[in-house]
């Protein structure tokens, strides 16, 4: 581990002078937009009826109810059993309020931070939850957890423990202007339930949560049961008045997404996100929608879209020059994709900051040229806009892998009996997939890379495979997404830093090793304000594309969601996120939907 994370279980543990005010919420900028008193949230009605029943469905399988560690597979929605120590609000681009923490602190010169949980907040088993928890949470996560926990909470350099219900974490200099954010969304676990238990180790043993669901019947990899707890602790909390009002969640699970919505439009589930274009445009048919049971929706949101791609594993040695992946960039058409497939739904991503303030564009401007200059990479990233490969949609791509085949001699790569080799081996690599409907995305990439002479092989495994592949790295190219938030910070060192380069299990998929990035993540994650942060992630996002680490893909605007006629819902929904758990079963429409569904044959 690169930092030595000492945890102090000292009461009245001696704390830095300058103590900040205490307040029920954190912003990342400006001010909340509720104030102390605030009862709920806009976009959850205070007066939602609970009850009733929501079946969702879940693709492959699940072999742990441990959601923290690498190992196994763990299930869907166990995020329900859990309470954090604030709440993020989601009209909002990031500010949290108060769940398990009643009151927060910031030290003025943000050197610590501390919590003040609430007096009645309880596990499952009636116990309190306690600031030793807290600080037992901290540690066995960066410790046994995902090591992400260890990068995204390397810059706490000690936990004290002031009292019962008080926890202080301390800082180390120039620490990330988004980590009292983070820590906020620290899960709290229950030190008790874990004594004498091996937290590093996939299990089905029921854990201890505090949360507003508890796990009810299942049965291994097939299905999972969670039901509402009436005694929930804080179940009329401003953060939690009109949310997770199913009296169950069921989640059922099945082979891959195409066998999904036949199920769900034979009434097998409720709810159903789609992701899939082609079956967006044209799957969602039958009796069910045609007699008005199924609704299909676009709901739009403001959220930042990151970067879909097919990613370059750079530390296989074909993919080690930045020639050779710029020139498969020009091999793949998104033009023609877009149109052909994708029935024209999709804007193509320039940016690892998709749909934000934050995506760079046109040429750098003076303040990110000063920044990135003294890095020492290529004169291109300050002196030239990139731009992504473009068609006219036709197929007719021979003008693009022109470029692309000119790329490839520079290289060093020459094309023999029609397969393009180099020192006398051929260029072949594999394409890792799990999603079957993926393939009609890649098919045609294959073809217009067979016309280079490059060889690529679709290999479709299976999701605990998968998994097990990306985590030790053993993949040629993936399909994957960088996900981000409106306030980008410390994720960053997992996806691109030299740190987690060769850390099994972190999101680094690319194998980026560049003292460059390192420095641009640095000073991301170190931001001091909003314009700042701005200014240094379009650095960033230049030299992350110039590298050419990923073919982009595309991206959205809005949530693509159908459900059957059963539910009732807030007026205003969120900006910046689907609370799904702000929805309720409306008993009128789903007795209504009963007796129509009958009338269908449909159970």
């Known amino acids: 581990m690169k930092h030595l994370l000492v945890l102090v279980l000292l009461l009245g543990s001696v704390l830095p002078a300058a103590a900040g005010d205490s307040s029920h919420a954190l912003a990342m900028n400006g001010q909340p937009r509720y104030a102390a008193d605030f009862t709920h949230f806009e976009y959850a009605n205070p007066d939602a009826p609970k009850g009733g029943q929501v079946w969702m469905a879940a693709t492959g399988t699940f072999d742990s109810f441990n959601p923290f560690i690498v190992k196994g597979n763990s299930a869907d929605g166990l995020g329900l059993l859990f309470d954090t120590l604030t709440e993020q609000s989601l009209d909002e681009p990031f500010t949290e309020y108060g769940l398990l923490a009643e009151r927060i602190e910031v030290a003025q010169d943000r050197s610590f931070m501390t919590f003040h949980l609430r007096d009645g907040a309880r596990f499952h088993d009636g116990s309190p939850v306690t600031a030793q928890d807290v600080a037992f ?111 169950t969640i069921i989640y059922d699970y099945y082979r891959d997404m195409t066998v999904t919505l036949e199920a769900f439009k034979a009434g097998e589930y409720d709810f159903r996100q789609e992701y899939n274009s082609k079956q967006w445009a044209t799957g969602y048919t039958g009796p069910a929608v045609d007699a008005g049971l199924i609704h299909t929706e676009n709901i739009p949101h403001k959220l930042a879209q990151g970067m879909q791609a097919f990613v370059f594993n750079t530390r296989r040695a074909i993919f080690a020059d930045p020639l050779v992946r710029q020139a498969l960039n020009f091999a793949f058409d998104f033009d023609w994709s877009n149109k052909n497939l994708f029935y024209g739904q999709y804007a193509r991503s320039t940016s690892f ?72 081996q051929p260029f072949v690599f594999e394409m890792l997939l799990v999603q079957p409907d993926f393939e009609r995305v890649v098919l045609p990439f294959q073809r217009n890379l067979a016309r280079l002479g490059i060889g690529m092989n679709v290999r479709m495994v299976d999701t605990s495979q998968y998994l097990e592949r990306l985590r030790g790295f053993d993949f040629d190219m993936i399909v994957s997404s960088f996900p981000q938030s409106l306030s980008p910070g410390n994720e960053q060192r997992s996806f691109w830093h030299s740190s987690s380069a060769d850390m099994p299990g972190s999101r680094n998929y690319c194998g980026i090793k560049s003292p460059a990035i390192d420095r641009l993540v640095d000073l991301v994650i170190a931001s001091p304000d909003r314009d700042t942060l701005i200014l240094r992630c379009k650095a960033l996002d230049r030299a992350l594309l110039w590298g050419w680490y990923v073919i982009p893909h595309w991206h959205s605007t809005s949530w693509r969601v159908a459900y059957w006629d059963k539910f009732g819902r807030p007026d205003k929904l969120a900006d910046y996120g689907l609370d799904f758990q702000s929805w309720w079963i409306d008993p009128a429409k789903e007795q209504a939907l009963k007796d129509k569904r009958r009338g269908l044959g449909l159970k």
């Not at 540690?139 to 000690?158: M, S, T, W």
């Open 353 to 424: 900051f998709s749909n934000s303030d934050m995506a760079s564009s046109g040429l750098p401007s003076a303040q990110e040229k000063a920044l990135l200059e003294p890095l020492g990479l290529p004169s291109e990233v300050t002196t030239k806009e990139i731009s992504q490969p473009v068609t006219d949609g036709s197929g007719n791509i021979r003008e693009n892998l022109r470029v692309a085949a000119d790329l490839l001699r520079q290289a060093g790569w020459s094309v023999e009996g029609g397969k393009l080799v180099k020192d006398g």
């Open 137 to 247: 949470t901290f540690k066995i996560l960066v410790e046994q957890g995902n090591p992400h926990y260890a990068q995204y909470y390397a810059d706490v350099a000690r936990v004290d423990v002031v009292d019962q219900q008080t926890v202080t974490f301390v800082f180390k200099p120039g620490s990330s202007q988004e980590l009292p954010l983070i820590l906020g969304q620290l899960p709290v676990l229950s030190e008790a339930s874990w004594k004498g238990r091996d937290f590093s180790a996939s299990s089905l043993d029921i854990p201890m949560g505090s949360g507003p669901y508890r796990i009810g019947e299942f049965k291994a990899g097939q299905r999972l049961t969670f039901v509402r707890d009436t005694g929930y602790w804080g179940k009329d909390l401003p953060v939690n008045k009109g949310r997770h009002n199913f009296d």
